[in-house]
T-cell receptor, first 111, second 117 residues
Framework: AQSVTQPDIHITVSEGASLELRCNYS??????LFWYVQSPGQGLQLLLK??????LVQGIKGFEAEFKRSQSSFNLRKPSVHWSDAAEYFC?????????FGKGTKLSVIP | DTAVSQTPKYLVTQMGNDKSIKCEQN?????MYWYKQDSKKFLKIMFS???????INETVPNRFSPKSPDKAHLNLHINSLELGDSAVYFC????????????????FGAGTRLSVL
């Protein structure tokens, strides 16, 4: 069965520090992968997506993610975190008309 | 202009009541979805409609009935509300067609927080 796993439930980083949020997937074929962000009380906003091609994808708000087939991973990174990045982050994989979400990683940012 | 809008934003009701949540998208998309986010933030798809036809119907109690009067609207009606229905419900939409990219990029509403007392 298709699945997406986010091993970290909660991560705390200092403002200005680098960030990496982990995501592992289990799909039979080439996966279509996404990262979404949910700010408190808000809906989900698409940060970036991977369908094919270049394995390093750039997204909005300075985020990037790297698809590594050998590790079944699609980790999200940001070189310098801002306090406004504090939110819940969801990795998702796509099947036909259906997104399967990981359980999310809550990011806290300390000054 | 909000792309995917849900109403109401908050809904507080008693057990046993019937309630509806409305969703509208102005993106011209063909496919719409309902997701449930539980208290642990886990998101799970409930339903999906493509051009007003039901294409995904996950294991959801039949007290939940989606209705799509046209492809821009997908409403969720819930009968006989139970405590366990308390959650945040998200509507989403995506472009139809055969292209994987268009089909799988989903745009989400801000959510409806349902509290059943």
């Amino acid at each position: 069965a298709q699945s997406v796993t986010q091993p970290d439930i909660h991560i705390t980083v200092s403002e200005g520090a680098s960030l990496e949020l982990r995501c592992n997937y289990s799909y039979g074929a080439t996966p279509y992968l996404f990262w979404y962000v949910q700010s408190p009380g808000q809906g989900l906003q698409l940060l970036l997506k991977y369908f094919s091609g270049d394995t390093l994808v750039q997204g909005i708000k300075g985020f990037e993610a790297e698809f590594k087939r050998s590790q079944s991973s699609f980790n999200l990174r940001k070189p310098s975190v801002h306090w406004s990045d504090a939110a819940e982050y969801f990795c998702a994989g796509a099947g036909s008309y259906q997104l399967t979400f990981g359980k999310g990683t809550k990011l806290s940012v300390i000054p | 202009d909000t792309a995917v809008s849900q109403t109401p934003k908050y809904l507080v009701t008693q057990m046993g009541n019937d309630k509806s949540i409305k969703c509208e998208q102005n993106l011209g998309h063909d496919t719409m979805y309902w997701y449930k986010q539980d208290s642990k933030k886990f998101l799970k798809i409930m339903f999906s409609y493509n051009n007003k036809e039901l294409i995904i119907n996950e294991t959801v109690p039949n007290r939940f009935s989606p209705k799509s009067p046209d492809k821009a609207h997908l409403n969720l009606h819930i009968n006989s509300l139970e405590l366990g229905d308390s959650a945040v419900y998200f509507c989403a939409s995506s472009q139809g067609g055969s292209g994987w990219e268009a089909k799988n990029i989903q745009y989400f509403g801000a959510g409806t927080r349902l509290s059943v007392l």
